[in-house]
């Protein structure tokens, strides 16, 4: 075990509820900062994260720097768990309410469950993982739908969700069928591939408004250090630590946290209200991804946000 891993062992609790906090929370940190640009916020929040993991890269670049098969697969998991999904993301989280947000990004456990039963051989979905689909589906709809008639905002932020969860769900399929037994630790490869992300993603940025953000706290405190530094790059160390302290599946229990979270800071701190039909919905995802990781823990890992 690494210092940071052993440290977490001793109150792992404590540590996935701070996890839980952090992802949870970059709901509240992209709400507030929407208006300074969509894509220049992805940017620095990539950007930061990876200053964080800056230390681990050269360690990364030894084992893989003579090999170019490794660039490849890194490629792809920094689109898709990366600059596709922290775009859509951040894009889904403009148009809806933060706990509207947090709680579709439950999503991504069910997207994983059910693109692993159609990609990996060795993963099917049970009757009950089929049901816990429904459930947690149905529970989207629940809480969407009051709000979603005649709303273009409202329905092109739950596509962006989604699309986002999916992104996600690729990535971990992905990693699982093509680096689970390569030469980089999963740190190493997330501290790889955020860097791969903020170049890849620089190109889709639109540096004109820059003259929109200054120094300001909203971009401090929301951008630098909440989604940046906090909320990616410290959230990346946190999770991997408690991955190799009390392994995959107890992390996993961190699922439950972030839609929670979102949704107690979006009432709290912005004064969103809260609905019995968001509750009921929250309850129904919740207990969708309860079900799945009771009958499919082999794959399901936590979310990432």
Same mark, same amino acid.
């Given at each position: ?18 996890? /839980? $906090? ?5 709901? &509240? ?6 208006? $300074? ?9 990539? !950007? !930061? /994260? ?33 600059? &596709? ?47 816990? $689909?429904?459930?947690? !589906? ?8 009051? +709000? ?23 990535? !971990? ?8 037994? *390569? @030469? ?24 004109? @408004?820059?003259?929109?953000? *200054? ?5 401090? /405190?929301?951008?630098?250090?909440? $989604?940046?530094?906090? *909320? ?9 630590? &408690? ?60 979310? +990432?946000?």
């Amino acid at each position: 075990m690494t210092y940071i891993s052993r440290t977490m062992a001793r109150f792992p609790w404590l540590w996935l509820c701070i996890l /839980g $906090l952090l992802w949870g929370a970059n709901f &509240l940190f992209m709400k507030n900062a929407a208006h $300074l640009g969509a894509t220049l916020i992805v940017w620095f929040r990539l !950007f !930061f /994260g990876a200053i964080v993991l800056t230390p681990i890269i050269p360690t990364a670049l030894k084992k893989i720097i003579r090999s170019p098969k490794p660039w490849l697969h890194l490629l792809v998991m920094s689109l898709s768990a990366n600059v &596709l999904t922290f775009h859509c993301f951040m894009e889904g989280t403009r148009r809806l309410g933060t706990g509207t947000a947090g709680v579709i990004s439950g999503a991504i456990p069910l997207m994983t469950a059910l693109l692993a039963s159609i990609l990996l051989p060795n993963e099917r979905l049970t009757k009950l993982s089929i049901l816990g $689909l429904l459930l947690s !589906f149905s529970g989207i709809v629940v809480i969407m739908a009051p +709000k979603g008639t005649g709303s273009l905002d409202v329905l092109s932020g739950t596509g962006y969700m989604l699309v986002g969860a999916l992104g996600y769900a690729v990535a !971990f399929v992905y990693a699982r069928r093509f680096l689970t037994h *390569g @030469d980089l630790s999963p740190l190493e490869l997330a501290a790889l591939q955020m860097a791969i992300a903020t170049i890849l993603y620089a190109p889709l940025v639109k540096w004109s @408004d820059m003259t929109d953000i *200054g120094w300001n706290w909203i971009f401090f /405190g929301n951008v630098v250090l909440g $989604l940046g530094v906090f *909320g990616s790059g410290l959230a990346y160390v946190i999770y991997y630590g &408690l991955i190799e302290a009390i392994g995959a599946i107890s992390t996993s229990s961190v699922t439950y946290l972030p839609p929670l979270v979102a949704l107690v800071l979006g009432w709290i701190v912005l004064h969103e209200p809260m609905h019995l039909y968001q509750a009921t919905g929250t309850a129904m995802v919740l207990a969708g991804i309860f079900i799945i990781r009771k009958n499919r823990q082999k794959i399901l890992p936590s979310t +990432k946000r």
